[in-house]
């Protein structure tokens, strides 16, 4: 995977009331276009009140295949290949693991929907390798929340202001 970004999967739940209007399609599709992204794969499954896990169909000719057997609802399980990327530990590796992964289709609650989104970061390819040249390893990321993000609000302001200002001076 030498050639490939960092991939995330970004899972969205949704209530049953949510409304699906293609804005998030869209969206996926404006950021491929910025070559900052590609979909790797994309699935939405619902959850049934009985607890059945069904897929929904989406668009595009064997999309969601591979989340599908990420997630156990396909007899295929993705084979391991290609080297490992090592860890801080021995006893655990970096990122969501296969049973993770599968507890969250799991842990829905009836009647809701979620999207799985196999994401390559396509913008982070070069700071992926420049990271593991230099013998770092990832030991933590995520989107951090609004509350995480409350208490350095203003300075979070100003640094934006200040790259945009340095943007706009050049």
Known sequence: MAGIGPVQLLTVAFGPDAKFEGRIIEELGVLEAGEQIRVLDMLFVRKEPGGQLFT??????????????????????PPVTGPR???PDAGGAFGLSVSEIRSMAEAMDPGSAAAFILLEHVWATGLKHAIRGAGGIPVAEGFLTEEALAPVAAELA?????VEERGAGA
């Open 56 to 77: 929904l169909d989406y668009q595009a000719e064997s999309m969601g295949d591979t989340v599908a057997a990420l997630l156990g609802l396909s007899g295929d399980r």
């Open 158 to 162: 100003l640094a934006a202001r200040r």
């Open 85 to 87: 990327t090592p860890s």
